[in-house]
């Protein structure tokens, strides 16, 4: 299925939201979010990937 | 020194992590300024959250995670969200940005976030302006710190209305005020805390200095003058000059 994970638009099998993280390759120190909502790191492994999501990943930045 | 939400600060100085030429000079400018307040932000993940976090963490100071770059009430809300998982945090500092040219706040929208993100159990630092109506609205619906602009962010302008500054110093006078945005010199950092502000935040002012290390260290130094200078109860200005040596005793010579 083709999903948008920080902008970008990609093919992925992930189930879930902490098997698109792991098949991305990120590190503990992330935020997430789904079509606009937050998801809690605590829920990641129970919140579904389907076709069409926006996933946003973010992490700790420079800021003012 | 200021109290934000129960929370003593060492510093009245609040400095943003932004813009510096190099990791080792940001790092420097907090250990010379000793600011107390280190703002951040979140961004998409690139690579680089990680050693960024370790450095942040490593600075020793209390953390106050932004929104900036949100322009509307859902982004910021999910922004702070995020940002209190990530930061361990119930401090934010809620942009929610309504001008491309000025980044002025968005009131409107700033205050509807604020009233989700207070009842949420978020500490809410609302980046507004000096508007008293705005500013009443921010405390209403549960902030107890405001943070107006003293001009637009990374412009440098200082104090661009001193009026409306002092007139809301004086509506909330127990309220933590910090002036956010716009400091561009050392003179415009005293000046605020000469009104009476309990603090300033800065970033582009020191992270965009030929030398922001001296820089951090000014603006550190002018805050604490600021502050001084307030608790020793200024003198009123005059329009006519008044002679500061006794005039009583002066010899006759005409």
Known sequence: MMITLNGEVLATEAATLSDLLAEGGFGAKVATARNGDFVPAALRAATPIAEGDRIEVVAPMQGG | ?254
């Open chain 2, 1 to 254: 020194m200021p109290v934000f939400y129960g929370t003593q600060v060492d510093s009245a100085l609040m400095l943003g992590t932004a813009q510096y030429p190099s990791p080792a000079i940001l790092a420097e400018a907090f250990r010379v300024s000793q600011a107390g307040i280190a703002t951040v932000s979140l961004r998409r993940e690139a690579g680089g959250g990680q050693v960024f976090w370790d450095m942040i963490a490593g600075l020793g100071t209390r953390i106050l995670p932004n929104t900036a770059g949100c322009h509307t009430v859902k982004e910021a809300v999910t922004t702070a969200q995020m940002a209190r998982e990530l930061f361990d945090t119930s401090w934010i500092k809620l942009e929610v940005i309504g001008h491309a040219d000025t980044l002025q706040p968005d009131v409107f929208g700033l205050v509807d976030a604020a009233r989700i993100l207070t009842s949420e159990g978020f500490e809410v630092f609302p980046y507004c302006t000096e508007d008293l109506t705005v500013c009443g609205r921010l405390l209403e619906v549960g902030c107890q710190v405001l943070m107006p602009w003293g001009a637009p962010i990374g412009s440098g302008l200082g104090l661009n209305n001193p009026y409306g500054l002092r007139s809301l110093r004086a509506h909330f006078p127990d309220v933590p005020v910090v002036v956010d945005a716009g400091i561009g010199l050392p003179s415009h950092a005293a000046g605020a805390m000469e009104m009476g502000f309990d603090a300033v935040l800065l970033n582009t002012a020191v992270a965009k200095a030929g030398d922001p290390v001296s820089m951090a260290r000014a603006m550190a130094l002018a805050v604490e003058a600021g502050r001084a200078a307030f608790e020793a109860d200024p003198m009123e200005p005059r329009d006519m000059a008044a002679p500061s040596t006794p005039v009583l005793g002066k010899a006759f010579l005409a």
